[in-house]
């Protein structure tokens, strides 16, 4: 079993919906959470980060954390086609930031 | 404030030769991260240096190494190139200093994009 694990997509949603992207981990001892998007040729960049069960909102994204369920998800509203690029889950153990493959978003006009 | 930098943006290397990454954390950052990128394996962790010294390791041949400095800048090195290194080295630094709940997220650079010929 990965240590997390994404969806690899490609998630296609039409422009102005709402784009819900899903993460799973393995480690139950996990305490740090995060979104990356990544667009094409380029490094990822920061979305959000979340420690506390529940929901943590910023503009358009939404993070939801489930430490009883080892899950993870962003939430995208209003998607725009500048959204489109493949986001990345991250959870932290020990020292390090462990990532999922990560899941490609298309969001069509 | 600079963001992470790393040099050079491009590398070609032929079979057998070695190579040297340098990345210069954002300031005040001691944690610096390694991880390789490639599109079957997507973002693998090689290492994580604090304060010179390496704290965790990834699941990669003793070919990779790495080091830090005082100033916090850092190095990786890869020696005896294979094929199977070409890939994007990306650099990222962290203000994080171990605690588990720490709030601090990785800030990557932009990369040293390494072919092997």
């Known amino acids: 079993q990965k240590e997390v694990e994404q969806n690899s997509g490609p998630l296609s949603v039409p422009e102005g919906a709402i784009a819900s992207l899903n993460c799973t981990y393995s480690?139950?001892?996990?305490?740090?959470f995060f979104w990356y998007r990544q667009y094409s040729g380029k490094s990822p960049e920061l979305i959000m980060s979340i420690y506390s069960n529940g929901d943590k909102e910023d503009g358009r994204f939404t993070a939801q954390l489930n430490k009883a369920s080892q899950y993870v998800s962003l939430l995208i509203r209003d998607s725009q086609p500048s959204d489109s690029a493949t986001y990345l889950c991250?959870?932290?153990?020990?020292?390090?930031?462990?990532f999922g493959a990560g899941t490609r978003l298309a969001v069509h006009p | 404030k600079a963001g992470v930098t790393q040099t050079p943006r491009y590398l070609i290397k032929t079979r057998g030769q070695q190579v040297t990454l340098s990345c210069s954390p954002i300031s005040g950052h001691r944690s610096v991260s390694w991880y390789q990128q490639t599109p079957g394996q997507g973002l693998q962790f090689l290492f994580e240096y604090f304060s010179e010294t390496q704290r965790n390791k990834g699941n990669f041949p003793g070919r990779f190494s790495g080091r830090q400095f005082s100033n916090s800048r850092s190095e990786m090195n890869v020696s005896t190139l294979e094929l199977g290194d070409s890939a994007l080295y990306l650099c990222?630094?962290?203000?994080?200093?171990?605690?588990?709940?720490?709030?601090?997220?990785?800030?990557f650079g932009n990369g040293t994009r390494l072919t092997v010929t």
């Open positions: 990222a630094s962290s203000s994080f200093s171990g605690t588990l709940t720490g709030n601090s997220p990785l800030h």
């Open positions: 480690d139950r001892v996990s305490q740090s």
């Open positions: 991250a959870v932290r153990n020990d020292n390090k930031l462990i």
